[in-house]
């Protein structure tokens, strides 16, 4: 596991290999006919990212974006702590008829609130949800960061950086359209997160075939700072609410799965879990869910 094989996508640098993904037949919430190869997670040794690797292409990706279901990413806004983390700090620091822009806004859920106050924009790949967005108010600017024209006080990214091929350079885009003096918002999973140090490789969150690079607070600090800015606010939470009880139950479930996977690939096989394992032997490899787990974050970077 020690030996470097893989360069790291962002700078360049050598990969430490954490260990093989399990395969998994789900992406964007469509299950689909044929499991999809999982590879390896990689952390680079001079820059700290996290990178899936070998991984599918842009456009092998942006396919199955296409494809998949158009509820996927639906949310109900109090039911998202980033998005009422987001909007108490635009509403301290931002005054009325500020610009937002929400890069991959799906259909609006976290800009709705918003737009009694404030002009807000959207990028979403996804037609259905552009559409949904836009009966809302909210202005679609492109469904890719290459058709993005003009400059913004506010640019949020909820659960986006995970999905791009170099995220150093997405960091970097989401910064040269904000004016001097605004904000850059990137909330996603913590690859530095106890449970994902804990599982590495063989955690729920690398599964997700659209998840392709892995950050975390220290990397974007770092990464701000290299770019002459600074980091201003940081929080650690759960993606999902629980009870007490469901975090023991998600907790005692995958430290079982790390201590003996063996056992529980033999559980997943005698049906257990909801994968297809009868029709697909590589889906008994496949992590349980950990939602429960604090292991999101949430950064404020300031362009001065």
Request: glycine share 8%.
């Amino acid at each position: 596991m020690s030996s470097i094989l893989a360069n790291c996508p962002d700078c360049g640098g050598g990969g430490i290999a954490m260990g093989p993904i399990p395969p998994t037949d789900n992406f964007a919430g469509r299950v689909l006919e044929k499991p999809l190869f999982g590879g390896s997670l990689w952390r680079c040794q001079r820059c700290s990212l996290g990178f899936r690797w070998p991984r599918l292409s842009k456009e092998e990706l942006d396919v199955l974006y296409q494809q998949g279901n158009d509820a996927t990413w639906t949310a109900p806004f109090d039911s998202r702590r980033d998005w009422r983390i987001a909007r108490d700090f635009v509403e301290k620091v931002l005054p009325c008829t500020s610009r937002i822009l929400d890069v991959g806004c799906f259909d609006g859920g976290f800009l709705e609130p918003l737009l009694t106050n404030y002009r807000c924009f959207g990028i979403e790949i996804h037609q259905a949800a552009q559409k949904r967005a836009e009966h809302k108010g909210i202005e679609i600017v492109g469904s890719d960061f290459s058709e993005v024209a003009g400059e913004f006080d506010f640019v949020t990214a909820f659960d986006v950086i995970e999905h791009v091929e170099r995220p150093r350079q997405f960091l970097e885009q989401c910064l040269s359209v904000v004016k001097p003096g605004g904000w850059v918002l990137i909330s996603s999973g913590n690859l530095d997160a106890f449970s994902f140090r804990l599982m590495k490789s063989r955690y729920w969150y690398c599964t997700i075939a659209e998840h392709i690079s892995f950050v975390s607070p220290r990397w974007v600090d770092k990464h701000a700072t290299d770019l002459g800015y600074q980091t201003t606010a940081h929080a650690t939470f759960s993606h999902t609410l629980a009870s007490v009880k469901s975090r023991i139950r998600e907790s005692a479930i995958n430290c079982l799965y790390r201590a003996f996977p063996k056992i529980f690939s033999g559980l997943r096989r005698l049906g257990l879990g909801g994968k297809k394992v009868s029709a697909h032997a590589a889906l008994a490899e496949h992590p349980p869910v950990w939602v429960s787990a604090k292991d999101h974050f949430i950064v404020m970077v300031q362009k001065r």
